[in-house]
């Protein structure tokens, strides 16, 4: 009988234990090596910002340490061409007052300059194909969003965010005060396309809007009437969401589909409509509706007080013995039997409007 040969096999074994352990070692010291050189390649900070190398001769910016105040993005960092701001990479930047988007970036990712209070405005290059959602959200003094007009995606008009062909209003400035009467070409109103936006007392979407989205009104605080022309198909999920001074929403057409919540909180809301229109209910959305009021003023019974009644008013400006059966072809607004500075008062209260209270 033979004689095994134990110490042989047990040195066969350690060896082969030294080779796996070995090539592991190796594999985990490739790996660490290659996450550092990733992490020095990626990692780099030049002129107050954070930046990653995107290995082509392009970076994306991630985040900026700057000192704010009139902030124009360079064109490179470092030799490497700047394309792209990444999500939140200027995000709570309360410092940053303006800023100026250079020709070399193709993308603002989301929420880039979210809750930058003190910004009021914003210039975009030519080259910006990609905005990201909620990128300018909660900044309550932006009042203006300018694009260069090389650029072949967006546009803007008076400061206000559009598509380049505008047909879709991307995003009214938060910060921007007064009433707004959407541009006829607009079809679409974008997702959170108004939202937050303090200072739209009243708005008036035009018969060429068939679209509303999601939020688009959304929090607007002070926002009391809008009128909806009779395009309008479709209304958003939550579109005037939490509008807690909204009293009354003025429908020129059929009843469109609506979203969910889309008068959620808005306790005041009446929903107006023409009686010619169909689709109406005693509820709209979970609130009361009623009978658009025609306005005195309103004297071709448009619901819109506009140039013709103005020249109605005008055609017999001072005219007395006014009455039955016309009241001086309806220019004596108030029936006082003299078209007179009462009128031209009544006449300014529902001016483009035709809105009573």
């Not at 541009?183 to 035009?206: E, K, M, Q, R, W």
């Not at 031209?344 to 409007?353: E, G, H, Q, R």
């Amino acid at each position: 009988m033979g004689t095994k040969n134990v110490s042989s096999k047990t040195n066969g074994l350690h060896t082969r234990v030294q080779r796996v352990t070995t090539a592991c070692v190796l594999k985990i010291l490739s790996l660490l090596l290659l996450l550092l050189l990733s992490a020095a390649a990626q990692a780099a900070f030049y002129g107050g910002y954070y930046y990653d190398d995107n290995g082509d001769g392009t970076c994306t910016i991630t985040d900026y340490f700057g000192p704010g105040g009139d902030v124009t993005i360079p064109g490179t960092l470092a030799g490497l061409t700047v394309t792209t701001i990444g999500s939140y990479a200027f995000e709570y930047c309360n410092s940053l007052t303006s800023i100026t988007i250079p020709d070399s970036v193709t993308t603002i990712g989301s929420q880039v300059f979210f809750e930058c209070s003190n910004l009021t405005s914003i210039t975009i290059g030519s080259s910006v194909a990609i905005i990201g959602v909620n990128t300018f959200s909660l900044c309550t003094s932006l009042t203006a969003i300018t694009v260069d007009a090389l650029n072949s995606t967006y546009s803007s008009i008076e400061g206000v965010l559009f598509n380049k062909s505008q047909t879709e209003l991307t995003r009214y400035p938060e910060g921007k005060a007064g009433t707004y009467t959407i541009p006829d070409s607009v079809t679409t109103l974008g997702f959170h396309a108004f939202y937050n936006c303090d200072g739209l007392p009243g708005v008036t979407i035009g018969n060429s809007v068939t679209t509303i989205g999601d939020r688009a009104f959304s929090h607007c605080s002070i926002l009391t009437d809008v009128i909806i022309g009779n395009g309008v198909t479709t209304i958003g999920e939550g579109a005037f969401y939490y509008c807690p001074n909204l009293t009354g929403v003025y429908f020129r057409g059929d009843a469109p589909g609506f979203g969910a919540s889309v008068f959620d909180y808005d306790d005041n809301v009446t929903i107006y409509y023409i009686p010619e229109t169909t689709g109406w209910e005693a509820t709209y959305g979970g609130h009361p509706t009623a009978i658009w009021p025609l306005s005195p003023a309103d004297t071709d019974l448009n619901y819109e007080v506009d140039i013709y009644d103005f020249s109605v008013l005008a055609g017999h400006w001072l005219q007395t013995g006014c009455g039955d059966p016309n009241w001086c072809e309806w220019a004596d607004f108030d029936q006082s039997g003299t078209v007179d500075p009462n009128d031209v008062v009544l006449l300014a209260d529902d001016w483009l409007f035709g809105i009573v209270p």
